[in-house]
């Protein structure tokens, strides 16, 4: 690997003449890895560069004249309470299972879009606050040595430049202990910061000013789709100023003649639950600038860095580095399609790591379409939890990158879903448990959305549940498990009461659902029994039963459970070899063959029902699935297809995958994912793909570099976890295993695979263990 030194970084290209200032300046703390970094200001938003605190976030525009900080806060929603259950659903469903039965699948969908779709027909949007805009009098729109850049490790977004002589730094933070974001200006002149404080906000809000020195902005959401806006909203930045005078207008703030000023931004909405918006933003907001502001910016940082580091620092990775990472960010992904640039691949990891942090933390919401950032007031697909896959991608790099504390949004969300779907499995489908389908929103509604070839698919909650299950299963926290199975039991007991018998086999089978988004062509999308159905289903019966075991109860629950789970319709291989995605070999047949969905192989992954050590012959069939879909989609299903090429034991195919990710068609200037447009979940399954080509946690054993692809002959990653509670950090050069270390949160036996060698570890509670090669053998140190 070549070891770039701090000197030969400063001087790449023009960020050599940003650098005099910075004596003055907070010091530079990331390395080159770490740091995106850039010779200009965002022209558009998909060049901003985020900061959030899990509940707050903003897009940091970097200007010199001007600066743009767009802000979002993860309870302002369209809309309000509301519920979308269609009354005439249950009268319908038996009809369309009979016409599903007789092949009819046209009429079968028309009945279900007349009758059986959620009222209003789609879910609310996530929607933006607005921006907070500085205008600087005196400075130039472009200044001299101009450096903007976000340090990952610091969770800092920065802008460094000169004009006339003086040398200004702009920091910005979004602080999850003190629930703000929060901006300093500095300059290394007295008296040289002149600043102009507005907001601009879609929302149409009342803009005052309180107390002299603090912008406020006060409103309500909008409403949509016929439900009203029922929640207030309060933003508000107050302004501290060393040295200089602060004067107040009627709808702005203005700053003379400081030495420095720090903006304390606090947003709030009245949401406290789905169903209660009778919460006091102004008062939350005055609470959480009052304690913020009796603290100097020195411990404002201090504090934000520890909580963000305290997650970051968890993880390290190391791909190699090239002369490539000496360019600026935005240069490296526009060059990135032939130049050999690994330390790109692990920026982007981090960066999804880091994302995660910022956009999901206990409190909060979950990470949606757009994880936490959203400029508009109707996001593409209403920047929801659209929970066919997309939800659930956002967290899989959660447990193994050592991120579990992210999952709890998660958590909370999938508990919300059990209340909400009780009712539309009992309206719509005359069952017991909870059912949600493929979207979800704020208000938690569970009912099929946008169209009956979208919307009538019935395992989204199920899905949901495997993330409920894989949060113990990496953590083994009895508590925790007694906590969430309820709620899985809940989703279960839906199926248990909504599992068909197909005529044809005699199987238990879902209906009516469908392969997420996909025409079979033959008529429809309404089908039942598609595969992912059935593995999903299975995968949730397997982790009721597992939970009941461990916990000691619902015996004869889980004995009904077992029995469903071994009636339901198994995986078929098609006549071309191909995994099968319906019941019939209809894969040929499909409208796209070359669809970004690639639902059936959820028993790949994210699921290990297909495995080649245990299903070589069904790990064959989903290769020719995936020779036949094609690499090139869209940017989070390229992602999906580099976590599926690397549990086939495929690392240079998932490395070409991993470049088309990284490509400037599926990655815009400030590394967010280009769906397109902008979708973040592509970020995390970048991540997560990254990480099963070095680890995976998968049937009972843990597996060392199971596709490592050639482009990365010699690096690490330390800090990842892995099921049963095992921490693993892995050092390889040659391509090959160098050692390992395996630490032990909990007792028991560990298998570990390597280079086709396998090993058999019982661990204490503590105890770490360190694994070589040794003459082609795995073995202990």
């Known amino acids: 690997m070549t ?82 259950v269609n009354p005439e659903a249950a009268g319908a469903l038996p009809e369309i299972r009979r016409l599903i039965d007789a092949g009819d699948y046209a009429k079968a969908t028309d009945l279900a879009d007349a009758k059986f779709m959620a009222k209003p027909l789609r879910q609310m949007s996530y929607q933006t606050l607005g921006d907070l805009r500085l ?55 007295s008296g040289a910061i002149n600043v102009d404080l507005a907001f601009d906000s879609p929302l149409k809000p009342t803009i005052t000013v309180e107390d002299g020195d603090t912008l406020v902005l006060s409103g309500v959401n909008g409403g949509q789709e016929g439900i009203a806006g029922a929640l207030k909203v309060d933003c508000r930045v107050k302004v501290v100023a060393t040295g200089g005078k602060i004067v107040a207008g009627p709808e702005g703030v203005s700053v003379r003649g400081a030495d420095a000023v720090v903006l304390l931004l606090a947003a709030a909405t009245s949401y406290r639950r789905f169903d209660d918006v009778s919460g006091d933003p102004a008062a939350a907001d005055r609470a959480r600038l009052a304690k913020a502001s009796r603290k100097p910016w ?7 860095r520890a909580d963000h580091r305290r997650l970051f620092r968890k993880v390290a990775v190391d791909f190699g580095t090239t002369g490539a990472a000496l360019r600026s960010t935005d240069e490296r992904i526009r060059l990135s399609p032939t130049a050999n640039d690994p330390a790109l691949a692990a920026l982007y990891y981090q960066y999804g790591r880091y994302l995660l942090i910022a956009c999901s933390r206990p409190g909060g919401q979950p990470a949606n379409l757009q994880g936490l950032w959203n400029d508009r007031m109707s996001p593409p697909w209403g920047g929801k939890f659209t929970i066919n896959i997309n939800t659930e991608m956002n967290y899989w790099p959660a447990e193994p990158t050592g991120l579990a504390e992210c999952v709890k949004p998660l958590v909370e969300m999938v508990r919300d879903l059990s209340v909400t779907g009780a009712h539309t499995a009992r309206a719509m489908y005359g069952a017991r448990g909870w059912v949600a389908h493929h979207n979800t929103d704020l208000w938690r509604a569970t009912a099929p959305i946008d169209g009956a070839q979208y919307g009538v698919w019935p395992t989204g909650g199920a899905w949901l549940c495997k993330h409920l ?18 709620v899985m039991k809940g989703a279960a007991l839906f199926f248990l009461d909504t599992l068909v018998v197909d005529p044809q086999s005699g199987k238990l ?60 319709a198994p995986y ?10 319906w019941r019939e070999d209809w894969d040929a047949d499909a409208v796209d063959i070359h669809h970004r969905h690639v639902s059936h192989l959820y028993g790949l992954f994210p699921s290990d029902q297909i495995n080649l050590e245990g299903a070589p012959d069904l790990a064959a069939a989903a290769r020719k699935t995936l020779e036949t879909r094609g690499d090139l989609s ?11 090429w690397a549990r086939l034991g495929e690392g240079d195919h998932a490395h070409r995958i991993l470049a088309l990710l990284l490509g400037p068609e599926r990655t815009y200037p400030n590394l967010f994912d280009a769906h397109p447009p902008f979708q973040i979940d592509g970020n995390f399954g970048g991540t997560s793909g ?25 690096g690490k990653m330390t800090g990842l976890r892995a099921r049963g509670a095992l921490a693993v950090d892995v050092w390889w050069k040659d391509g090959g295993l160098l050692r390992a270390r395996l630490t032990a949160m909990e007792p028991g036996r560990r298998v570990i695979f390597a280079a086709g060698q396998s090993l058999t570890v019982d661990m204490r509670r503590g105890e770490s263990v360190e694994l070589v090669m040794r003459s082609g053998r795995l073995q202990r140190a």
Request: with cysteine; hydrophobic share 45%.
């Open 3 to 84: 070891n770039l030194t701090r000197r030969a970084t400063l001087l790449a290209g023009s960020t050599v003449l940003a650098w005099p200032m910075l004596a003055k300046a907070a010091p530079l703390e990331a390395a080159g890895d770490l740091r995106l970094w850039y010779r200009q200001p965002a022209a558009e938003w998909v060049e901003a560069l985020p900061v959030g605190s899990g509940r707050l976030g903003a897009m940091v525009f970097g200007g010199v004249a001007a600066e743009r900080l767009q802000l979002n806060e993860n309870t302002l929603w369209g809309g309000g309470p509301y519920d979308p």
């Open 469 to 486: 299950w894989d949060h113990y299963d990496y953590g083994r926290d009895p508590a925790y498990l007694a906590d969430v199975y309820p």
């Open 690 to 714: 990254m990480t099963e080509m070095v680890l995976q946690s998968r049937n009972g054993a843990v597996h060392l570099l199971p596709a490592l692809p050639s482009a990365w002959p010699a």
């Open 298 to 304: 020195s411990r404002l940082l201090a504090d934000h």
């Open 572 to 581: 078929k291989i098609g006549k071309d070899g191909q995994l099968q995605e």
């Open 135 to 189: 205008t600087f009098p005196g400075l130039p729109e472009t200044a001299q040595g101009y450096v903007r850049d976000l340090d990952l490790d610091a969770a800092t977004a920065r802008v460094r430049f000169s004009h006339d002589g003086v040398a200004h730094v702009r920091e910005v933070i979004a602080s999850a202990p003190d629930q703000v974001v929060a901006m300093r200006l500095g300059a290394d002149k």
């Open 634 to 644: 869209t940017g989070w299903a390229i992602a999906w297809r580099l976590n599926l």
């Open 509 to 568: 089978v879902t209906s009516p659902s469908l392969s997420p988004e996909n025409d079979h062509g033959h008529g429809a999308s309404l089908v039942a029994g598609p595969t992912m159905d059935q593995a999903i289903v299975r995968d949730l019966f397997d982790a009721c039963i597992a939970s009941a075991g461990i916990l000691g109860q619902d015996a004869l629950l889980a004995a009904q459970f077992a029995a469903a789970r071994d009636r339901l």
